[in-house]
């Protein structure tokens, strides 16, 4: 899923500082399943934008709905009385969401009250983890479905460096090395002889900006 965590609020006070009438939108998709962006973050969010606006000579006037998916245009039709009716909108999307929403209502300012951060997992201890790149060109078949171009911080493809130390990294001796669990899994998987080919460079033109991609098989 793609992860996300809500900005400061004196970074939020200072994008809508101009602004009366805020619509707040959540996003029912990830960022609800990380806890960032669903609607009691949009209800968390509003009450600490009225308190912390509470000194302003005009009263802010802040609304906030949750709909499925950012996007999507289509889920947006039901947001559309609420934004113009409004002064400007705070999206708890990711990047995509804000920038549908930017798209769809083009003369209503539209800012971000997310920081979008990586393509990730939860694990056992609720905390979210990196996991994928979209690099464009994946080779976890060769790497027994463990990703280096993002799990290791040097995105090494052809085993490990010199710096790992009892099977942490080097450059974050918190984090298990990625060719290390690379290693164990092609073991438990007997394919510990395919780690002897070489892997050739990324095509990172297949990761160009901005991508695009044809529905369909």
């Not at 949750?66 to 039709?77: A, M, N, V």
């Not at 549908?100 to 209503?108: A, D, H, M, V």
Request: aromatic share 4%; with cysteine.
């Amino acid at each position: 899923m793609v992860i996300a965590e809500i900005k400061s609020l004196a970074d939020i006070n200072e994008m809508i500082k101009s602004f009366r009438k805020i619509f707040i939108v959540g996003c029912g998709e990830c960022v609800s399943v990380c806890l960032t962006g669903g609607q009691k973050q949009v209800e968390l969010l509003s009450s600490a934008l009225r308190i912390s606006g509470r000194n302003d000579k005009e009263k802010r006037i802040l609304k906030g709905k949750t709909i499925s998916r950012q996007c999507e245009p289509k889920f947006l039709e039901q947001i559309n009385k609420d934004i113009e009716e409004s002064d400007a909108v705070l999206s708890m999307a990711c990047g995509a969401g804000v920038q549908t929403l930017s798209e769809k209502f083009r003369k209503i300012p539209v800012f971000p009250a997310m920081d979008t951060k990586f393509i990730g997992v939860s694990d056992e201890a609720g905390n979210f983890i990196e996991m994928c790149s979209a690099c464009g060109d994946c080779i976890l078949s060769l790497t027994g479905g463990i990703c280096p171009v993002t799990r290791c911080p040097k995105g090494l493809l052809n085993g490990p460096c010199g710096g790992s130390k009892n099977g942490k990294c080097e450059a974050n001796p918190e984090t298990p090395c990625a060719w290390l669990l690379i290693y164990e899994k092609m073991k438990e998987l007997n394919k510990l002889e395919e780690l002897k080919n070489i892997n050739n460079p990324k095509d990172w033109s297949k990761n160009m900006r901005p991508g695009k991609v044809k529905a369909g098989i």
